[in-house]
Nanobody, 122 residues
Framework: QVQLVESGGGLVQAGGSLRLSCAASGSIFSINGMGWYRQAPGKQRELVAAITSGGSANLADSVKGRFTISRDNAKNTVSLQMNSLKPEDTAVYYC????????????????WGQGTQVTVSS
């Protein structure tokens, strides 16, 4: 029904930058919130950044001042610009979207991407 495809992960040295992108496609009537989570080995998945359809953003304290989240509502995409990367940012990053599938429903379902690896070397 709905697919989220991430791109942009990779290996970077500490202090470097990466930009993650995520595109949602399929049976989409509208999208409410979109966001990025990450999961490091042996740790729980945690929220990195989220953004509403109106553009209000929320970032985890650990990434404030370094990461920026943005979205293009017309293209159903969300991006995460990551600057000043640190080794502790190493994780698999997942995008998510809260999707309304049709006009006759008011329910939003959360969909997830497959994840993209970000590795920051010291």
């Amino acid at each position: 029904q709905v697919q989220l495809v991430e791109s942009g992960g990779g290996l970077v040295q500490a202090g470097g930058s990466l930009r993650l992108s995520c595109a949602a496609s399929g049976s989409i009537f509208s999208i409410n919130g979109m966001g990025w989570y990450r999961q490091a080995p042996g740790k729980q998945r945690e929220l990195v950044a989220a953004i509403t359809s109106g553009g209000s953003a929320n970032l985890a304290d650990s990434v404030k001042g370094r990461f920026t989240i943005s979205r293009d509502n017309a293209k159903n995409t969300v991006s995460l610009q990551m600057n000043s990367l640190k080794p502790e940012d190493t994780a698999v990053y997942y995008c998510n979207a809260d999707v309304r599938l049709a006009s006759y429903t008011t329910t939003y379902l959360r969909y997830w991407g497959q994840g993209t690896q970000v590795t920051v070397s010291s």
